[in-house]
């Protein structure tokens, strides 16, 4: 008889995630997309995702722009490292694009086809997330990671005014 877990997982979906199939490289796809829209991705810290069956944690490729005027965090995930596939069920697609934030439809829909019209972009698509059962542990992962990495900015940032007597 199969356990029903008592707690829901706490996270929140994301408010969109897209899928891209392409050959072409990370590096150049980013470059691609900071051209043709109006995103600055930035290469972070790889992005630290833990696999229960396998019980192992593995890194992935992780790009990561925040938009003040949207109130929205755009992440570029690559869907495999090492040989691990992120989500199995959409191995077809070699990246995923995950927005969080308060960002109209139409603009997702105006960068799904900025995205798709990168030559050597083959497919760009939203994706349903509720079709995707494996997201839910990589979102909470992906929520870790954005908590600590804004946390590091914001120490990096803190400036000390030095007293009225050292001056």
């Known amino acids: ?11 929140e979906p994301a408010d969109a995630l897209i899928g891209i199939a392409t050959s072409i490289p990370v590096i150049q796809l980013v470059h691609f997309i900071n051209n043709l829209s109006f995103l600055a991705l930035v290469r972070e810290e790889d992005l630290p995702v833990y696999f229960e069956k396998t019980d192992t944690l ?5 790009f990561y722009y925040q938009d003040e005027d949207y109130r929205s965090d755009f992440c570029l995930l690559t869907n495999s490292s090492a040989g691990i596939v992120l989500l199995p069920t959409h191995r077809q697609f070699s990246y995923f694009l995950i927005i969080h934030g308060a960002i109209p439809n139409e603009k997702v829909s105006r960068l799904v086809s900025q995205v798709k019209s990168i030559s050597g972009v083959q497919l760009a698509v939203s994706i349903k997330q509720e079709t995707v059962k494996e997201l839910g542990p990589v979102l909470q992962d992906l929520e870790l990671h954005l908590t600590e990495l804004k946390k590091k900015k914001n120490e990096s940032q803190k400036r000390i005014m030095p007293s009225a007597e050292d001056q």
């Open 1 to 11: 008889m199969a356990r029903i877990p008592r707690l829901e997982p706490a996270f």
């Open 58 to 62: 593995n890194s992935f490729k992780f």
